[in-house]
């Protein structure tokens, strides 16, 4: 009987022990979550530090995390070098994406007026980030102007923000519309799979149809209005748009409006 | 000293030549003053886009004094590097000096003002359109004739559905006032006070070509490789009012035969609203007449106009959006209207409705009927400006800590509404941490595992003793 005893004291004590050890490398979450007056972001710790909702008064932009790394932002670093091969069977080996990387920390500061949300790599580096590199999201508390300010210069040919914002909203065909450097309108119009359209643009507007009369959207602009340019590519429901942080780094500025 | 150097400027202005500069960029015209470096010209393909002559004509700064750039002189210099063109100007009023940079390139004027004690920086523009504002919450608001501010990102102007002017303020939002004079809307940027403001305006015309094809991601010079295939220049945003017809033009490109057929697609309502019909045959010019009803409800519609022959068949998307029938207001101010009412069923909600808070920040959920702008009040003391209305505001308690009273009231054009309160407990924190931004959710595990382990301990502890 004692013994019984002393086996049951024993085991839980065992049990309890394990829970403290466990207990003090607290796991930490794995998604970051900034809630302002005007909008509930997203940042996905696991997955590179990439958005994988941003809502705007409740609405959301992005097709989402079920879609993996083709339904959320972040930045891709492309190697190729654009003469050999078709782009689209070299995507496998050619394209690095935030997504994919394993190595980063999302970390946020609170100022007065806004959130300063920093993606870094713990190693110092990653297939994304080099050494010292950052993306810093600055998401305001009280205005609805977002900026991401990339201010490196690339670490290869090219290097894009990907943004998959949501085409098939409800039912109804969102739209997606290029301001370009020459003075242009275009409003995008959905390619084929391994296609995309180019534009020289600094200037889109995004704008959700789901929502008439009221139009819901964002106005994205780069602030070096020297050439800019952007693609879209689409499947039947996202806007697959990509906006470059090139040369001497980027800052981007979304202003949503509705 | 810096009167010194104040002074050395005034007299560089005196003996300085200053000379006219028209920067003609192919599609953006600029044209500067030749005396005090207004802007008094500014055309994008050919159309003015400023309506009036003189000092309420030019775009320019009002100083805090209410002095005019127009009505001083200025230290002025240009430069060009390659199809970017920059024009310094170094405004001076009383004690203080004002550097004005101005980049102009094919489609946008870059503005920067260093350092920002000038209050205002006036843009006259013809008001002959809709001029869309964006207001810092996100409001799109039309502007109308009533003088208004609101703190501002953003506006666009859309010139007889063939012009776009965009204006951004990118650095830091602006309060925005604008009012009608005579033929302008007169935009007052009322610039915050920043080491420097940047404000963006883009110029663009609607002409969209379709089938921009281009096979790989990554390579520009692919892109020109269908060149040659028909396509449809169009305007695709159109902005009509209720009892208007207008025809907009259907430009084909690259194409080799008429077209035969068009087909409006996706709302039978547009559908029936829709005529066309040949301009110029061997150019490849039609015209798309319009006529929306004079009961036609308010907002915007989806269509698409497909265009086939027996070679192509080229469709391509439009947004039309409905704006109310303007009556013209011929004495409008000597006619009351007494049928109207102030704002009625106002609410305001501290917090959403929380009983406690340790922040003097604090977020206002509003709401009222009929409301234009309204205003608030610590203890209905001292009244806050009249703002535009909006569902949530922003919101600092005062100190001390106790039992906070946020008073609320609006207004409209036939009077104050009542004004109503709400209650909230501002509790000062004993301990302030440090913001962490990193969310962990282990926290409920780590207080029990903590526990658990003690009693763990102890329990292990007795039973040794006793043993």
């Keep these: 009987m004692v013994n019984n005893r002393n086996i049951i004291i024993g085991l839980i004590a065992m049990i309890l022990s394990v829970v403290l050890i466990s207990s003090v490398h607290a796991t930490p979450a794995t998604e970051t979550n900034i809630n302002t007056s005007y909008f509930n972001i997203t940042f996905d710790n696991v997955h590179g530090g990439v958005v994988t909702s941003l809502q705007y008064k409740g609405v959301e932009f992005l097709t989402g995390p079920e879609q993996g790394v083709w339904g959320t932002m972040g930045l891709r670093r492309s190697t190729y070098n654009g003469t050999t091969g078709d782009v689209c069977t070299r995507w496998a080996i050619d394209m690095k994406y935030q997504y994919d990387q394993t190595n980063h920390t999302v970390t946020v500061s609170e100022g007065l007026l806004q959130y300063n949300v920093t993606i870094e790599s713990t190693l110092g580096s990653s297939e994304i980030l080099g050494s010292g590199e950052k993306i810093v999201w600055e998401i305001p508390k009280y205005t609805t102007m977002i ?3 990339y201010p490196h210069t690339a670490g290869n040919t090219k290097e ?3 943004m998959p914002f949501i085409r098939n909203a409800i039912g109804k065909y969102s739209t997606l519309t290029y301001y370009t450097t020459s003075g242009g309108v275009v409003t995008a119009t959905p390619t084929n799979y391994c296609e995309s359209n180019y534009y020289e643009s600094s200037l889109m507007d995004y704008k959700l149809s789901n929502n008439p009369p009221f139009p819901l959207g964002t106005m994205i602009y780069t602030e070096s209005v020297e050439l800019s340019s952007a693609y879209y590519g689409a499947d039947v429901n996202t806007w697959q748009m990509h906006f470059p942080f090139t040369n001497e780094g980027r800052k981007m500025s979304m202003i949503f409006y509705g | 000293m810096e009167r010194s150097i104040l002074s050395l400027l005034t007299l560089a202005i005196l003996i300085c030549p200053v000379y006219a500069l ?4 192919g599609a953006l015209n600029v044209e500067f003053d030749e005396t005090n470096g207004v802007i008094s010209s500014l055309k994008y393909n050919n159309t003015e886009l400023l309506s009036e002559t003189g000092k309420y004509g030019a775009i320019g700064l009002i100083s805090n004094n209410g002095n005019y750039q127009y009505d001083s002189n200025v ?48 843009v006259p523009i013809t008001q ?12 799109l608001i039309n502007a109308n004739d009533i003088y208004s501010e609101y703190p501002a990102q953003a506006f666009q102007f859309n010139l007889k559905n063939t012009t776009y002017l965009i204006g951004l303020f990118y650095n830091k939002p602006l309060n925005l006032s604008y009012g009608n004079s005579q033929e302008s809307w007169n935009l007052k940027l009322n610039t915050p006070k920043l080491d420097i403001t940047s404000i963006y305006f883009g110029f663009y015309s609607q002409e969209i070509p379709l089938f921009h094809e281009e096979n790989n991601k990554n390579s520009k010079t692919s892109s020109t490789s269908n060149s040659k295939k028909p396509y449809l220049a169009y305007f695709s945003e159109i902005t009509m009012e209720q009892n208007e017809t207008n025809d907009f033009e259907l430009k084909f490109i690259n194409l080799d035969r008429k077209i035969d057929s068009f087909e409006v697609l996706e709302n039978p ?27 036609a409800i308010l907002g915007i519609r989806n269509f698409t106009i497909k265009a086939e022959n027996s070679k192509v068949s080229l469709s391509a998307n439009f947004i039309l959006t409905i704006t109310e029938l303007k009556v013209i207001p011929i004495e409008e101010k000597t006619i009351e209207n007494k049928t109207g009412s102030p704002p009625t069923d106002l609410v305001v909600v501290i917090d959403n409705g929380i009983m406690e808070t340790n922040s003097k920040e604090v977020m206002l959920g509003l709401h009222a009927e009929n409301a234009t702008e309204c205003r608030f009040s610590n203890e209905g003391k001292e009244w806050s400006e009249w703002k535009y209305y909006d569902l949530i505001s922003p919101w600092n308690l005062t100190e001390p800590q106790g039992e906070k009273t946020v008073y609320f009231q609006c207004r409209n054009e036939y009077g104050n509404s009542e004004i109503v309160h709400s209650a909230i407990e501002y509790i000062i924190p004993e301990i302030t941490s440090p913001p962490t931004g990193q969310v962990f959710t282990a926290t409920p595990t780590i207080i029990a595992s903590a526990i658990g382990g003690f009693l763990a301990l102890l329990l292990f502890l007795l039973y040794k003793r006793k043993k």
């Excluded at chain 2, 210099?77 to 024009?87: D, I, K, P, Q």
């Excluded at chain 2, 002959?128 to 409001?139: A, D, F, M, R, V």
């Design chain 1, 147 to 149: 900026k991401v300010n």
């Design chain 1, 160 to 162: 894009f923000l990907y």
């Design chain 2, 22 to 25: 028209n920067i003609d960029t």
């Design chain 2, 75 to 122: 230290i002025f210099s240009n430069s060009t590097t390659g199809e970017v063109w920059t024009v310094n100007i170094i405004y001076i009023d009383g004690s203080e000096s004002t550097n004005l940079t101005y980049t102009i390139s094919k489609s946008y004027i870059l503005i920067n003002i260093t350092p920002n004690n000038i209050s205002k920086l006036l």
């Design chain 2, 128 to 139: 002959e359109s809709l001029l869309k504002i964006i207001t810092t919450n996100g409001t």
């Design chain 2, 269 to 295: 309502e547009v559908k029936e609203w829709i005529s066309f019909k040949i301009i110029n045959e061997t150019l490849g010019t039609y015209a798309m007449t319009i006529s929306v009803p004079e009961d």
